[in-house]
C-alpha cells in the first residue's frame, strides 16, 4: 500500500533535481569571459581633499590678485606724488635761479646806489670848499662877504635857496642812495635765503617721494613673484583633481558596464532558469499524471491511498516576484554614476534636494536622488513613501544577509530600532548593493559589508 505514494513523491524529486541540475550548468556555463580589471577608484577622501586643496589655493590666489591690484594703485598714487614732487622741486630751483638774478641785480643796484652816494657827497662836499675858497664874490659867500647886513641877505631867502638847491638836494640823494643800498642787500640776502630753504625741502621732498616709489616696485615684485608662484601651484592642483576627477569617471563607467553586463547575464540566467522551471514542472506534472492514472487503476482494483493531487511549485507571496526585484534594481542601476541630493528623487527620477546647514551642502542646486528617492524610483510601479524607516515595512518577508534577493531593501539604524534606520540601498546580488550614499557623492555599487556600520536588516517589497 505505500508503494504508490512514493511512487507519487519520485516524480517531484526528479523535477527538483533537474532544476539542480540546469542551475548548476547555469553556474559552471563555459565560454564566459573574465571580468577585466577595475580601473583606479580613487577614495572620496582624496577627491575631498584635492578639492579643499584646489579651493583654498585659489582663495591664496584671489588674495594675491587683490593684493597686486592694491599695490599697483598704490604705485599709481607714488608715482604721481613723485611727479608732484619733481615739479615742485623744479619750480622751486626756477624761483631760486630768479632770486639769484634778483639778488645779482640787487648787488648791482647797491653798487650803483653806493657810487651815487659816494658822488653826492664827493660833490657836495666839494662844492662847499669851492664856495668858501675859491673867493667867488660872485656868488652867495661872497655876497654874504660882502654885504652891509648880512642878515638881510640871509632873511632875504637867498641862503635858503642855495641849500634847497645844493646841499639839500646833495644830502637827500645821498641818504635815498643809502637807503636803497640797504633794501637791496637786505632783499637780495632775504629772497636767495628763502627760495635756498624752499628748495632744499623741494629736493628731500624728491628724494623721499622716489624712495617710496621703489620700495612699492620692490613689494610689488615680491608679490607678482608670490602669484605667480601660486598660479603655478593652483594649475597643479586643478590638474591633480581633474585627474581624480577623471578617474572616478572611469572607475563609474566600468561600474556601469559591468553593471549592464551581469544585468543580462542575470537576465539569461532568469530567462533559462524560467525554462528549466518550465520544463521541470511539464515534466513533473506529465509524471504527477501519470501517477494519477496509476492511482487510479490501483483504486479500480481496490487499493487505498491518503488523498494526493498534482505538485505546484511555490509562487511569489503578494506582489512580490523574483522578476519585480531583478527590475527593481535594474532599474536603480540605471543611474549610477548619478549625485546624491538630500531629500531628491521620487518614483518618476531625480529631482532637486534640499538645502541645508549641515556641512554646508547646497543639494537645492543638486538634481539628483537620495537613499530613500533612489528606492521609490527602482519600486516606481508602487507606492513608496519617501523614508527610509517607513519603507522597511513596504514588506512582512525579512530576509537574512545569506537570503538576500536582488531588489531586497537593506537598512541601517544608529540605535538599532526601526525608527532609527537613517540608511536603506538595494540588493543587486553578488553581496553588492546600489544606494546613494551621500551629500557631495553620486550613486555607486558598493559591497554590502562596507556600506557603513548599524546594519540592521532586510526587506523583501510587497510580501
Known amino acids: 500500500m505505500q508503494q504508490p505514494r512514493s511512487g507519487r513523491r519520485r516524480p517531484r524529486a526528479l523535477a527538483a533535481l533537474a532544476i539542480l541540475v540546469v542551475f548548476a550548468s547555469l553556474l559552471c556555463a563555459p565560454g564566459q569571459a573574465a571580468a ?12 575631498s581633499a584635492a578639492q579643499q586643496r584646489k579651493i583654498d589655493t585659489a582663495n591664496e590666489v584671489g588674495r594675491l590678485s587683490a593684493q597686486t591690484a592694491q599695490m599697483q594703485t598704490r604705485l599709481d598714487r607714488l608715482t604721481a606724488d613723485q611727479q608732484l614732487a619733481e615739479q615742485k622741486l623744479a619750480l622751486a630751483l626756477s624761483r631760486l635761479a630768479a632770486a639769484k638774478i634778483a639778488a645779482t641785480q640787487a648787488l648791482k643796484n647797491v653798487t650803483t646806489a653806493r657810487k651815487a652816494a659816494e658822488k653826492a657827497q664827493r660833490d657836495f ?17 661872497g655876497t654874504l662877504l660882502t654885504a652891509h647886513d648880512p642878515n638881510v641877505l640871509l632873511e632875504s631867502g637867498a641862503l635858503h635857496d642855495y641849500q634847497a638847491s645844493h646841499q639839500v638836494s646833495a644830502i637827500g640823494n645821498l641818504e635815498r642812495a643809502t637807503v636803497a643800498r640797504s633794501n637791496a642787500d637786505a632783499a637780495a640776502r632775504n629772497a636767495v635765503a628763502l627760495q635756498a ?46 585627474t581624480y576627477n577623471n578617474q572616478r569617471a572611469q572607475f563609474v563607467a566600468y561600474q556601469q558596464e559591468q553593471a549592464r553586463i551581469a544585468a543580462a547575464r542575470a537576465a539569461e540566467l532568469e530567462r533559462r532558469r524560467q525554462e528549466a522551471i518550465a520544463a521541470a514542472a511539464a515534466r513533473a506534472a506529465a509524471a ?54 538630500f531629500a531628491a528623487g521620487n518614483a518618476s527620477g531625480p529631482t532637486y534636494g534640499v538645502c541645508t546647514n549641515d556641512a554646508g551642502f547646497n543639494d537645492c542646486h543638486v538634481f539628483g536622488f537620495d537613499c530613500s528617492g533612489l528606492v521609490m524610483y527602482a519600486w516606481a510601479q508602487f507606492p513608496f513613501v519617501h523614508f527610509a524607516a517607513t519603507q522597511y515595512l513596504q514588506g512582512s518577508v525579512h530576509p537574512d544577509v545569506s537570503s538576500l534577493m536582488p531588489g531586497d531593501l537593506v537598512f541601517w539604524s544608529g540605535d538599532g530600532t526601526v525608527n532609527g534606520i537613517g540608511h536603506v540601498a538595494i540588493y543587486i546580488g553578488g553581496g553588492n548593493v546600489v544606494q546613494a550614499p551621500q551629500s557631495g557623492d553620486i550613486v555607486r555599487i558598493t559591497p554590502l559589508d562596507q556600506v557603513e556600520s548599524g546594519y540592521y536588516g532586510a526587506t523583501r517589497p510587497l510580501t
Open 125 to 141: 662836499v666839494g662844492y662847499l670848499q669851492a664856495s668858501y675858497t675859491s673867493g667867488d664874490v660872485g656868488g652867495t659867500t
Open 197 to 242: 630753504a624752499l628748495t632744499h625741502a623741494a629736493d628731500v621732498a624728491k628724494d623721499r617721494a622716489i624712495a617710496a616709489l621703489e620700495a612699492g616696485k620692490r613689494q610689488k615684485a615680491q608679490l607678482e613673484s608670490a602669484l605667480a608662484a601660486k598660479r603655478t601651484l593652483l594649475h597643479q592642483r586643478q590638474l591633480e583633481l581633474a
Open 288 to 341: 504527477a499524471a501519470a501517477a494519477a492514472a496509476a492511482d487510479a487503476a490501483n483504486s479500480n482494483d481496490g487499493g487505498g491511498g491518503g488523498g494526493g493531487g498534482s505538485y505546484v511549485p511555490p509562487g511569489p507571496t503578494g506582489n512580490w516576484t523574483p522578476a519585480a526585484g531583478r527590475r527593481a534594481a535594474d532599474r536603480a542601476l540605471q543611474w549610477l554614476g548619478t549625485p546624491y541630493s
Open 36 to 47: 577585466k580589471p577595475p580601473p583606479v577608484n580613487p577614495t572620496d577622501n582624496q577627491i
